[in-house]
């Protein structure tokens, strides 16, 4: 969408868009963080264990 565009768009609907689109940025963001949390305890789990230091 052009800034022409925008300029036809009403205020209650471009403030409707912006509240969609914020939404969607936190539930990607809440998404992004899972898949991370996801990746880094599949890599620790591969990780062999560290042997304890013997006297």
């Not at 940025?25 to 062999?48: F, H, K, N, S």
Request: some cysteine; glycine content about 4%; overall charge positive.
């Amino acid at each position: 969408m052009t800034k022409s565009e925008l300029g036809l768009i009403g205020d209650a609907e471009l403030v409707e868009e912006l509240s969609q689109l914020t939404t969607q940025a936190a539930r990607m963001r809440a998404r992004m963080a899972d898949i991370m949390a996801e990746l880094e305890r599949r890599r620790c789990a591969r990780r062999p264990p560290h042997p304890t230091p013997t006297r």
